[in-house]
């Protein structure tokens, strides 16, 4: 026996003592854990992990297909939760207000559409506004966004555009979650990650996010413009609803205007002033439609409408005038 059988020899036997499984046993193991993904994610010569159901040789999911599979799930929305707070609900399409957001929304969709008259541009983006906080921005938001989703032509995307204060997933009895703040900021890879589904047919959600010191300076910036435009033009019957900060509260409501086709500016009933609203619509004189929305009306023509929780009325102005119907 030579010098070099008598080592391999006893290298066996050591490996034998020490309980090491010989190398032919570990070998199937490596490539087990290779091929079923579970082995180091880099490293020369190392085995690519791949998600589970990719096929040996396929390629891994891009980025834009793992973010569209995330978009894909769903918020529940407590339904109940809204109709307790005199919201619109598509289960109970006759109420008072169902009928009023009816009213309220056709001139949006006749701008959007261009049915009958020139088309807006960028008429499928509507931003909510008022000219002081509390004035039901949110609220007008929400129920416009609900209502737009009843109709059979368009599915509706609501977006949390009040950075600072964000109250729409709140309202709807939902968690927190990254929005379009983490997105421009670099946090998120695409915006397809933080839009979220929702119970409501035809009704998605995109929160505000994580806020930020400098919010203003994000909306007005080029990424925002792309962004904004992407949303405006990829689908050609969705409508995107902004429920914005107020008008003389912050300088983030301006500079959203500049990128918006219709602005709705909620008027709340016997408490904003003429002088407060005239200040507000002089700072979204950008913006070529302006319509006025009145909210919390006591009473219309005699009949009470308390029984939803608010009193609601509805009114429109075009550009600064301050005429209603």
């Known amino acids: 026996m030579s010098l070099i059988e008598k080592a391999v020899q006893r290298l066996d036997q050591l490996k034998k003592a020490e309980g090491s499984p010989p190398e032919s046993s570990q070998a199937p193991r490596v ?19 791949r998600p589970a159901g990719v096929s040996p040789g396929a390629s891994a999911p891009t980025a834009s297909a793992q973010s569209g599979a995330r978009a894909s799930r769903t918020l529940e929305i407590d339904l109940a939760l809204l109709a307790t707070q005199g919201m619109v609900t598509p289960d109970r399409p006759k109420s008072v207000l169902a009928e009023q957001y009816r009213v309220i929304k056709r001139p949006l ?11 807006v541009a960028k008429g499928n983006l509507i931003m909510v506004t008022s000219s002081l906080p509390g004035e039901g921005k949110s609220f007008s938001s929400i129920n416009l966004a609900v209502s737009l989703a009843m109709e059979m032509d368009f599915t509706v995307l609501l977006v949390d555009a009040d950075f600072s204060k964000p109250s729409i997933l709140p309202r709807l009895g939902l968690a927190p979650e990254k929005g379009l703040m983490d997105v421009l900021r670099g946090e998120v890879d695409d915006l397809s990650d933080v839009i979220v589904r929702t119970n409501i047919e035809k009704l998605s959600l995109l929160p505000a996010g994580t806020p930020h010191p400098r919010a203003t300076e994000m909306i007005a910036s080029e990424a925002m413009e792309g962004m904004l435009e992407e949303m405006a033009t990829r689908y050609h019957d969705r409508i995107i609803v902004f429920d914005s900060p107020p008008l003389l509260a912050t300088t983030e409501a301006r500079v959203l205007a500049s990128h918006m086709g219709q602005i709705v500016v909620v008027v709340e009933a016997e408490r904003t002033s003429h002088g407060v609203l005239r200040h507000a619509l002089q700072t979204i004189e950008i913006c070529p439609v302006k319509l006025m929305l009145l909210n919390k009306v006591a009473g219309t023509r005699g009949t009470e409408l308390y029984g939803y929780g608010y009193g609601y009325g509805y009114g429109y102005g075009h550009g600064t005038d301050e005429r209603s119907a």
């Open 31 to 49: 490539s087990e854990s290779a091929a079923s993904g579970g082995g180091p994610s880099s490293g020369a010569g190392r085995g690519a992990v």
């Open 109 to 119: 969709i006749r701008n959007f559409k261009g049915g009958g008259a020139a088309k």
